[in-house]
């Protein structure tokens, strides 16, 4: 499944708007830390411009950043967390976590792998590779292959809806991503990824579990990102 699980349609399900911004919001927080101004915080501004491209409201955003840059009394600390472990059928996930509550968080996802296996840091990695992943639409005529070579992308593939996601050594994402706003590209996400090294295929049955299980960890709060080897 490349880089990334979505749920389907989560983004157009009103119903989810909340937990989305909830996330974007924690993002913003965690990025603002590094400092408050986008044009010298390559990952804030990042944030900024998935915040804006799902419509969050300007005072949510501001109110995030000057939280994440203590300009705001109090406030809630989040961390970073990252687990590894097997779904159904032996399906491989990362799973991404921003947290303000540790314990919570690591009780939580022992009870949604209980039927399956929660392993401890390296149990996968080791089969992933971590990159930059840009997402972008291109300009009238643009040639993906050629852009990437001119903007210093590692590899390609066909992103949804007819955009193109790049792949970058993790220091390169923020130079590739400039190098491609340049050039005309419409970037429209671009993140520290897990791509997968040997994804596995499911059908049927077997696939309706994982992506069962998927939208199950999906609802949580504390979960920010899923990288699932998936086919």
């Not at 911004?21 to 990025?31: D, G, N, Q, R």
């Not at 409201?57 to 000057?66: C, F, S, V």
């Not at 993140?191 to 609802?219: C, H, M, R, Y």
Request: aromatic share 6%; net charge negative; proline share 5%.
């Amino acid at each position: 499944m490349g880089a990334q699980w979505k749920q389907k349609g989560r983004e157009a399900a009103a119903n989810a708007k909340g937990k989305i911004f909830s996330k974007l919001a924690k993002e913003l927080i965690i990025s603002a830390r590094s400092g408050a101004d986008p044009a010298a915080n390559s990952r804030l501004r990042i944030a900024i411009e998935a915040a804006k491209k799902a419509s969050m409201p300007k005072d949510t955003l501001e109110r995030a950043i000057k939280r994440g840059a203590g300009l705001l009394d109090g406030g809630v600390q989040y961390e970073t967390v990252t687990y590894e472990g097997f779904g159904p059928h032996q399906l491989p996930v990362i799973v991404e976590c921003l947290t303000d509550n540790k314990n919570r968080t690591s009780a939580n996802l022992k009870m949604y792998f209980r039927k399956y296996q929660l392993g401890t840091t390296g149990t996968l990695s080791w089969d992933y590779l971590r990159l930059g992943a840009i997402e972008a639409d291109p300009p009238a005529g643009a040639d993906p292959d050629e852009a990437a070579i001119e903007a210093g992308a590692q590899d390609l593939e066909p992103g949804e809806e007819g955009q193109t996601r790049f792949f970058t050594e993790p220091t390169d994402l923020d130079t590739v991503s400039k190098a491609l706003a340049e050039r005309g590209w419409s970037i429209t996400s671009a993140a520290l990824v897990w791509k997968p090294k040997n994804p596995i295929t499911l059908e049927g049955e077997q696939l309706s579990d994982a992506e069962a299980f998927l939208e199950l960890l999906d609802a949580d709060d504390d979960v920010q990102s899923l990288y699932v080897a998936l086919a």
